[in-house]
């Protein structure tokens, strides 16, 4: 079973403040790694790919990726209450599948 | 908007009827998905269909019978439900193969009450 592991939280950070998400993925030979959004009652929203080692920046969002530990970091700065979702993890397996593996979320609080 | 549009946004059915779901991307993918999100639950997926060929989670019950008529339609036929059916139902699309990035991009979702 390849499995993706993230902390529920809620993690709760002040305004301003750097929000740190992080997951780990159990299958080494994974390549493709995502994080999407979700706002209560809302579906998923695609915020940041990643498939190589190393970070990834756009905006105030930072993808960091490290295939050696099998983790994958999203770092969110300057927080504001509007970054307050649930934030999922999702990792394409080895394999040859194209099929993404989700992990139950990170609820992020970002309170004024 | 991300191109992958669901109807109904909503939908209240008895546990006899008969009633479907619809999902159309606009974005030239390859690959349809539906997944079912229960309330404080992680996303299940339920089918895939890529190339025309269709992947399904054996869990998920005969109660719900997908259809894709083409790359850029996909429906999910429900009949007979049971109360803890109802949850968010999400379509998704991505690209696969070729180059494709794999991202997937959700529907809006259809937010389904069996009563």
């Known amino acids: 079973q390849k499995e993706v592991e993230q902390n529920s939280g809620p993690l709760s950070v002040p305004e301003g403040a750097i929000a740190s998400l992080n997951c780990t993925y159990s299958d080494r030979g994974s390549q493709s790694f995502f994080w999407y959004r979700q706002y209560s009652g809302k579906s998923p929203e695609l915020i940041m790919s990643?498939?190589?080692?190393g970070d990834k920046e756009d905006g105030r969002f930072t993808a960091q990726l490290n295939k050696a530990s099998q983790y994958v970091s999203l770092l969110i700065r300057d927080s504001q209450p509007s970054d307050s979702a649930t934030y999922l993890c999702?990792?394409?397996?080895?394999?040859?599948?194209?099929?993404?593996?989700f992990g139950r979320g990170t609820s992020l609080i970002v309170h004024p | 908007e991300t191109g992958v549009t669901q109807t109904p946004r909503h939908l209240v059915m008895g546990m006899t009827n008969k009633k479907s779901l619809k999902c159309e991307q606009h974005l030239g993918h390859n690959a349809m998905y539906w997944y079912k999100q229960s309330a404080k639950k992680p996303l299940e997926l339920m089918f895939v269909?890529?190339?025309?060929?269709?992947?399904e989670n054996n869990s998920v019950p005969s109660r719900f019978s997908p259809e894709c008529p083409n790359s850029s339609h996909l429906f999910l036929h429900l009949h007979t439900l049971q109360p803890e059916d109802s949850a968010l139902y999400l379509c998704a699309s991505s690209q696969e193969g070729g180059g494709g990035s794999y991202e997937q991009y959700f529907g809006p979702g259809t937010r389904l009450t069996v009563t």
């Open positions: 269909y890529s190339l025309e060929e269709r992947v």
């Open positions: 990643i498939y190589s080692n």
């Open positions: 999702a990792v394409i397996p080895s394999g040859g599948s194209y099929i993404p593996t």
